[in-house]
């Protein structure tokens, strides 16, 4: 069975010594001593491995099941579930008057990257919650806060997202959904939602679903979407659960991967709802729940592709074949283990230097969160919206990969289901799809975001870029990683020339490059995040330590992501400014 070792010195590192949370003037980092959140992360790591990660097996093969119209979540979900709300793990970073305990959104990312990594599918319940509560916070009433927030932020309630219906994922101007004002303040709501994780089980007294519905006569498409607040069982004003609301669940979704979450098929008919936020407005107050959702399935790349490559590597070191052609390394041994062959080296390279630089990436990210919403800093919020597609959508891309790579280094032992490792390719292969599937994140990135503000947020990051290069363009330690960061960010600005000078004439000349250019930004953040990481080794080294290991092997890890992954933006940009002909070049009745 594959185990799960929480990889708290490494985030204490990204932490620490890469962002120096710390002495940050964002309100609330003061808290953030080493010993404080190195305490928190080792409580969270004991709960992960012992208690979520040897449920995630359990939870794949039972799956969730359907019986007379109630859904059961597989065996020791719900005792497990209570434990996480017992140790406030729920409500880590929500407001105190809720009940959560205000730290800082960056503790919970890399609490969050261990619970999913332990169990991605079991996660997914309390998730769902917080991204539903952040959206209540964010544009609920006071009443609605009081009334809902406080049961969600423990998980008594648990909360879901209602976008998808049968004939309208992406394009959710299609929606059918109907929503009718009742006079009273309340909505009936009535229609069809499909997929919907966390939909209903049996580990919370209630399930909140937040749905997206049209009011009739409202303007047509999305911008006649709005917001519901839509429980599954009505809550009188002084907060008791009373009788069931008219949503039943139709089916739980047979899939891939994820069996520990039910997927399911909402029915709602003339079910009672809350409009939450204003009319009409849906899609905006649905954002702030889903560019949350879309950090968090980005980080479920990252984290899928951690514990597969911990599993990969204990493998690689037990298993013999072969022999080492430079010499022996087990001469005891009918054979020396896998890990001594340079393929096999590869291929764990690729997945630490991934999985290290990923993690910095997204606790970057997270700390731009944090001083958009605690600072209220308008170009870190910026910032953050721009990379929002490429957190999710390159994180998913890569993780996916890397999970295949770690099910590689086992054969055909990966590929059965004796050592659990293909449950992590299955698991994470969702991540690429739902919260907008990639091509729709490149499409954002691309489309959208470049351009937001005038191309603010984007020229801000090449300065970034290109400052981080001038100031350490004489450090001789960094040799190795300030070239290969400038060459990647010039294949970066001059993708978006092309874009530029070619997208205007011929839009599928943007759009066709939409994805490389997801990729290239991808790796640019991850060179960043490696040059920044290798600058902070050099300094512990310098300033003495008492684990230079750590530090020389992180450097090590950096030069191979600089050398070996790096270059990968080149083919990107050549990719793009390729343009649209060879992609179009058919009419669709040639395929
Ligand atoms: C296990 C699971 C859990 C899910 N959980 C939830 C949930 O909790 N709540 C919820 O509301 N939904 C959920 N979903 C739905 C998920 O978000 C959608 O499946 C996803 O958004 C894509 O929609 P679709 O499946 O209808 O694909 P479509 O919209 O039909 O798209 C099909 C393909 O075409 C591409 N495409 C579409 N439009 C364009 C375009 N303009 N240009 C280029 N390419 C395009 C897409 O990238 C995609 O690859 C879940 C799905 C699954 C499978």
């Known amino acids: 069975m594959p185990t799960y070792r929480a990889p708290v010195k490494d985030m204490q590192f990204v932490l620490h010594d890469v962002l120096n949370v710390s002495g940050s003037d964002i309100p609330g980092y003061e808290e953030l001593e080493s010993d404080f959140t190195n305490a928190v992360l080792e409580e969270a790591g004991k709960l992960t491995s012992e208690v979520l990660a040897p449920l995630n097996v359990v939870g794949d093969t039972e799956g969730c099941r359907l019986e007379n119209g109630v859904v059961y979540t597989p065996t020791g979900f719900k005792d497990a579930f209570e434990q996480v709300k017992e140790g406030g ?19 919970g990312t890399a609490v969050g990257e261990m619970f999913s990594s332990a169990n991605q599918a079991f996660t997914m319940y309390q998730g769902l919650t917080h991204g539903a509560a952040s959206a209540v916070l964010a544009h609920g009433t006071d009443d609605q806060k009081a009334k809902w927030l406080p049961k969600m932020v423990s998980c008594e309630w648990t909360g879901t997202m209602n976008l998808t219906e049968p004939h309208c994922g992406t394009d959710l101007g ?28 049996d580990m919370s007294d209630n399930v909140v679903h937040l749905v997206l519905a049209k009011i009739p006569g409202g303007p047509e498409g999305i911008k006649g979407v709005s917001l519901f607040i839509v429980p599954k069982f009505l809550v009188d004003d002084d907060g008791n659960v009373g009788a069931r609301n008219g949503v039943s669940v139709g089916n739980i979704e047979e899939k891939m991967g994820i069996h520990g ?23 905006r107050a649905m954002f702030t729940m889903m560019n949350e959702a879309r950090i ?12 597969a490559y911990q599993n990969a590597v204990d493998y690689a070191k037990d298993r013999l ?25 590869r291929s764990l390279m690729d997945q630490k230097s991934f999985a290290e630089g990923a993690r910095a990436f997204i606790l970057w990210g997270a700390t731009l969160i944090d001083a958009a919403h605690r600072k209220d800093d308008k170009d870190a919020d910026g910032l953050i919206s721009l990379m929002t597609p490429v957190i999710k959508g390159f994180l998913t891309d890569e993780g996916y990969d890397m999970t295949v790579l770690a099910q590689q280094v086992y054969g055909g032992h990966g590929y059965i289901e004796e050592h659990g490792m293909s449950q992590f390719t299955r698991d994470a292969r969702i991540a690429m799809i739902y919260e907008g599937a990639n091509g729709v994140q490149a499409l954002d990135l691309v489309g959208r975001k470049l351009g937001q503000d005038g191309g603010k947020h984007v020229m801000a990051f090449f300065e970034m870029v290109k400052d981080f290069c001038k100031e350490n363009s004489d450090d001789e330690g960094l040799k190795d990683f300030i070239e290969p960061l400038k060459a990647a960010s010039k294949d970066l600005q001059a993708a978006g020339m092309y874009f530029m000078q070619n997208g205007m004439k011929n839009p599928n000349n943007a759009l066709a490059g939409s994805y490389d250019f997801m990729h290239l930004f991808g790796h640019v953040c991850l060179g960043l995040m490696w040059a920044k990481m290798a600058k902070a080794s050099n300094a512990a080294l310098a300033a003495g330590t008492d684990d230079a290991a750590f530090y020389e092997t992180k450097l090590t890890t950096g030069r191979y992501y600089m050398a070996r992954r790096l270059p990968a933006t080149a083919m990107h940009l050549a990719r793009i400014q390729s343009g649209a002909d060879t992609v179009m070049g058919l009419d669709a009745e040639a395929f």
């Open 296 to 307: 968090g399935v980005g980080m479920q790349g990252l984290s899928q592709a951690e514990v």
């Open 261 to 283: 979450n039910s997927t399911c098929v909402l029915n709602y008919d003339e079910a009672e709802g809350y409009l939450l936020g204003e009319e009409h407005k849906g899609m």
């Open 321 to 345: 074949q072969g022999r080492d052609v430079t010499g022996t390394k087990n001469p005891d041994g009918p054979a020396d283990p896998l890990i001594v062959h340079p393929d096999i080296r």
């Open 174 to 201: 299609l929606m059918r959904t109907k929503a009718e004002p009742q006079g009273d303040g309340s909505y009936k709501i009535s229609g069809q939602k499909i997929f919907i994780s966390a939909g209903d089980h």
């Open 89 to 107: 793990w729920t409500g880590l970073d929500m407001p105190e008057e809720y009940g959560g305990q205000n730290m800082p959104y960056v503790l």
